[in-house]
């Protein structure tokens, strides 16, 4: 994969990460309850797990979730959102190396990060932390790209002044899922999604990326130009919207691959 820098590459974003990253829709956790039998007595590994977005969801089904981040901004930041779920473990480790015993979980998750892992090491991680008969999912938001004249011209925007956007943007990087299931079978859910901004959320959407230009870029300044004439020409009641596609995918994994 390319950026090798993943683990740090979004330390200085962490406070618009916050704010300003799509959660999941409810709905995520329905296909896991019924197809994987997940229930509010199962261990969770989530793996890169940020600022505890989809952790929350977890801990809000019951879950007790060992939140595995290699990056200490992040981490921090989930310990301090999430400090008030008695089921919340915040551990300091990478996909790769989770630190967690062997056979411990019954779930490994990763939202929004699996583009990012090591895929055969995180896959051997994987299968020594799951217990036998243990489930692996794997989920992603990607923005819908053409789907509304605003949401095209924000595409050109990345496209222009992006650092290594076509690198890294998530409909490159699911092609990854195969590799971490293969030979066995996994199952995919997709469901739609939507957040709205004013023009503030929208540049604190786009700076929270982290193949946006940074403070002192050269194309920073160019960049918020173009995202407030794009804002103005699309806005209504001085909003636009990002829509989704949250794609889940579930399975098994197994030796020998």
């Keep these: 994969m390319p950026a090798s820098n993943a683990t740090t590459r979004f330390s200085d974003r962490v406070e618009n990460y916050v704010r300003y990253r799509p959660g999941y829709p409810p709905e995520v956790v329905r296909p896991l309850q019924a197809e994987c039998g997940l229930t509010g007595k199962a261990t969770i590994a ?11 969801m977890l801990l809000e089904n019951g879950n007790r979730v060992f939140a595995v981040e290699p990056n200490a901004e992040m981490r921090e930041a989930g310990e301090r959102l999430l400090a008030g779920f008695p089921n919340f473990t915040s551990v300091a480790g990478s996909a790769e190396a989770t630190t967690l015993p062997d056979h411990c979980v019954d779930f490994v998750t990763a939202a929004q990060a699996a583009h990012w892992f090591k895929r055969s090491r995180a896959r051997q991680e994987f299968l020594r932390i799951l217990k036998p008969g243990g489930w692996l999912v794997l989920l992603w938001n990607e923005r819908r790209t053409d789907s509304t004249p605003f949401l095209r011209d924000y595409e050109q925007l990345l496209l222009t002044y992006g650092t290594d956007y076509e690198e890294v943007r998530h409909e490159r990087t699911t092609s990854a899922v195969n590799e971490f299931f293969d030979p066995a079978p996994f199952e995919e859910r997709t469901f739609p999604m939507r957040q709205e901004f004013d023009y503030a959320g929208l540049e604190g959407r786009l700076l929270s990326s982290s193949y946006a230009p940074g403070t002192g870029h050269s194309r920073q300044a160019p960049m918020l130009r173009e995202l407030r004439r794009i804002f103005e020409l699309h806005q209504v009641q001085n909003r636009v919207a ?11 994994i197994m030796h020998g691959a």
């Design 46 to 56: 989530d793996i890169a797990s940020g600022t505890g977005i989809w952790t929350r």
């Design 242 to 252: 990002f829509e989704y596609n949250t794609r889940v995918f579930f399975g098994r």
